[in-house]
């Protein structure tokens, strides 16, 4: 095939970062699954868990899904007992949500489960390798997302 009808999957780095994104997010339900959990749950726990009082939108943001989305499992979350969200705003019209210490609790246990996931995606690669990785991931993001300048900084 020539350059000019399409994209060679094999040595497309697009195509291979969808395949690894979805690989790891197969892997991660698996090992969630059993803990009652979605990926879409336990990152927004873990958002929560690394900043308390987002709102619903920086939630979804966050977690790569819709608003609608987002609300619905916060609701569930609510009902559950994971997370505390006020009655009323208290200020403007975000509700700002908060891990209960039962969402601290089920965050650990998903927790573990994830860093074994991520444990297995890595164990090919030295040290140097994992962090020529994530290097290489953060100046890709960083390049895509227009932002020259903390790549040519980094």
């Known amino acids: 095939m020539s350059q000019g009808e399409g994209v060679d999957l094999e040595t497309s780095l697009g195509y291979l970062l969808k395949e690894a994104s979805s690989a790891l997010r197969s892997a991660m339900e698996e090992v969630l699954r059993p803990l009652g959990m979605s990926v879409t749950h336990y990152s927004c726990l873990e958002l929560l868990a690394q900043r308390p009082g987002l709102s619903s939108s920086e939630l979804a943001r966050g977690a790569f899904v819709t608003r609608q989305s ?3 499992l916060l609701q569930s979350l609510e009902r559950g007992g994971e997370v505390t969200r006020p009655a009323r705003a208290p200020v403007g019209k975000v509700l700002p949500t908060r891990l209960t210490a039962h969402g601290r609790r089920r965050l650990a246990a ?40 903390a790549r040519e900084q980094g």
């Open 70 to 72: 987002m609300n619905t």
């Open 110 to 149: 998903a927790s573990a489960a994830v860093r074994s996931v991520e444990v297995r995606m890595l164990a090919g690669l030295s040290e140097d390798e994992q962090a020529d990785a994530l290097r290489l991931l953060r100046s890709m993001t960083q390049a895509l997302r227009g932002d020259g300048e």
